[in-house]
C-alpha cells in the first residue's frame, strides 16, 4: 500500500504525474486528448482510479462502449457528452453516470479545454 499523500496541481496539471495521450479502445490515439492517472495506479489501497481527462477546443473522445460504468465530474470548459442517442450540455461541476455498455462521447465545444474527473473501477481502466 502506498503512503498517505497530496498531489498539488498548478493549471489543470498535477506534479509527478505523467501527461499521457490519450488512446481510444481501438488502440488509437485521439488529437487533443489527454489524460493524467492521479490515485488508483500507484500502489494505493483503493478500489477505483481517478483519472483526469482533457480535451483541448474541438476534440472529442472515441465513440465508445464498455462494460463497466464510468464516473464523470466537469472540472473546466464547457462541451456536450453523447449518452446513448441524446446529447446533453456539459459545464463545470456537472456530474455524469455512464452505465455498463452504454454508448458515449464527449466533445469540448467553446474556446477552452473540456476537463473532467473520470472515476472507474481499478479493474477496468
Known sequence: MGESRVIKHESFRWDGVAVE???SSRGSGLAGVT???LLGAGGEA???VTRYFELEPG???SLEHHAHSHSVVVLRGRGEVLLGGAVQPLEPFDCVYVA???VHQFRAAGDE???FLCIVDRGDR
Open 113 to 115: 479545454p473540456l476537463g
Open 46 to 48: 483503493l478500489g477505483f
Open 35 to 37: 489524460r493524467q492517472v
Open 59 to 61: 476534440a472529442s473522445s
Open 100 to 102: 455498463p455498455d452504454e
Open 21 to 23: 495521450a490519450y488512446e
